[in-house]
């Protein structure tokens, strides 16, 4: 592994948001918080809750109502017509062509998650097809196959792809570092996402475990996000709010409200830490761009 010596900062997308005010100062100091959905997931089905989105129709119109609720993104997963996890170019594009029409000014985020179907190759090849404008990627599931790291992230770099990482341990954190040191993820690609608590074997994520999951980041990763398994996703999410972070809520982690009640719809619990945030004086994007 080798030093990449030519990094693009790049602008493409216009959610990107700009972290000065980071974990310093007060509420009203940080940048705005950006809210992205993730409303389905890799795993769950119908019977797992009834409005889960799993057609390209049903994805799109979720996104549409989670555009009025507050989001600024969605984390896009694609099911194939038995429910599958799918990473197919075709599935894809024409979601997020059903998406970019209901819901124009929402941002579209790609995953490349593996699911226990997919390896690191076939993760690169979708990413080489489709050039999404923003993708998701394991640091731990992309290292499963080290040879095709470094060509990974420096097409994405030449692609103009907005990478966020997911870190689903400090492990994983001293990974990315240990990447980011010997070139094989270029030094301005470093938008992560932190992963709290596990949907298989389930272990419920908790508030408590933000604050030193973050403290561990120090300065080197101003731009990040959380979400949260289990039913303890709001307090999660408030808890990063409240620390300078941004949130990922939606079915994908948790089909439940803040009061323990299974949620209507993905739409109200992207709108309950909408509110959450206004009420904690924390500053939205979504309002910004209204």
Known sequence: ?????????????????????????????????????????????????????????????????????????????VREADGAHSLSVDLYQQAIAAVRHLAPGLAVQVTTEAAGRYAPAEQFALLQELRPS??????????????????????CNDA??????????????????QLLECGDVPDDMRDILLVFGKYNPARDAQSAEVA????????????????????????????????????????????????GELARDNAQNISRIVQAARAMGRSLLKDQQS
């Open 134 to 155: 923003s993708a998701s990627i394991s640091v731990r599931e992309i290292c499963r196959t080290p040879e095709i790291t470094q060509d990974l992230y420096g097409f």
């Open 212 to 259: 030193p999951f973050v403290q561990a980041l120090g300065d080197d990763f101003p731009n990040w996000t959380v979400c949260a398994f289990g039913p303890h996703e709001h307090d999660v999410a408030a808890e990063a709010l409240r620390l300078g972070g941004h949130v990922r809520i939606g079915f994908e982690n948790n089909i439940h409200g803040a009061d």
């Open 160 to 177: 103009r792809i907005k990478v966020q990482h997911i870190l689903y341990s400090l492990e994983d954190l001293e990974l990315l570092r």
């Open 1 to 77: 592994m080798h030093k990449r010596n030519e990094h693009k900062v790049t602008d493409q997308d216009q959610h990107k948001p700009q972290h000065e005010g980071g974990r310093m100062g007060g509420l009203s100091q940080m940048a705005p918080a950006k809210v992205t959905v993730a409303p389905n997931g890799a795993r769950r089905q119908k019977a797992d809750h009834p409005d889960l989105p799993l057609s390209v129709v049903e994805i799109a119109q979720t996104a549409k109502s989670c555009w009025d609720a507050g989001a600024d993104e969605i984390h896009l997963h």
